[in-house]
């Protein structure tokens, strides 16, 4: 998401071993989507993630986009990633650790509640099938509801007003934040058994 509202549509990362294009039938327009173990992100999905959100972005040498990354290693000790990054007119900006809960956009205002209406959808979803378990094969959908109601203009406006990213205000956190490690609730939640199914990237 950007400073105006806008939302490069999402990458949705499935634990398993190879990728099925129907698992994203119904998913938000554009989605692309990946596998991995564990579920997780990947360096190699990484890459894949940015090539799709360069091209949404447009970003070029002589269009040059901010990209705010925490520290995960995907991104950090992402050589690829930096000399990608360079050729196409991407200026990355790696947060320090334990401060994403503050300075990350998405953190501040996006995740919260795309968690909260995803599980009000498996919710409603399994009140409608009584007797049957969300799988994989209804994911895409369930997602497309919750992240078209989190995806908004004022949500996205949102994270980087309190963040302090725009309108520019570094004294919009306190110093005294950052002398101890204060994890977000985010960082400590223990996924749900329907968060537990897909990773979402955006």
Known sequence: MN???????????????????????????????GCSKNGWITTDLFIEYIKHFTKYTRASIENKILLILDGHKAHTKNINLLDFAKENGLVVISLPPHTSHKLQPLDRSFFKPLKTFYNIECGSWLREHPGRKITTDQLGGIFSKAYIKAAS??????????????????????????????????????????????????
Request: net charge neutral; aromatic share 12%; hydrophobic share 35%.
């Open 153 to 202: 203009v004022e949500i996205a406006c949102s994270g980087f007003r309190t963040s302090g990213i725009y309108p520019f205000c570094p004294d919009i956190i306190p110093d005294t934040e950052f002398n101890e490690d204060k994890r977000s609730n985010d960082i400590l939640h223990k996924p749900n058994k329907f968060e537990s199914q897909v990773n979402f990237s955006t």
């Open 3 to 33: 400073v105006t509202g806008l939302f490069v549509s999402p990458m949705m990362i499935f634990k398993r071993k190879r990728m099925k294009l129907e698992l994203i039938d119904h998913a938000p327009f554009g989605t692309i989507g």
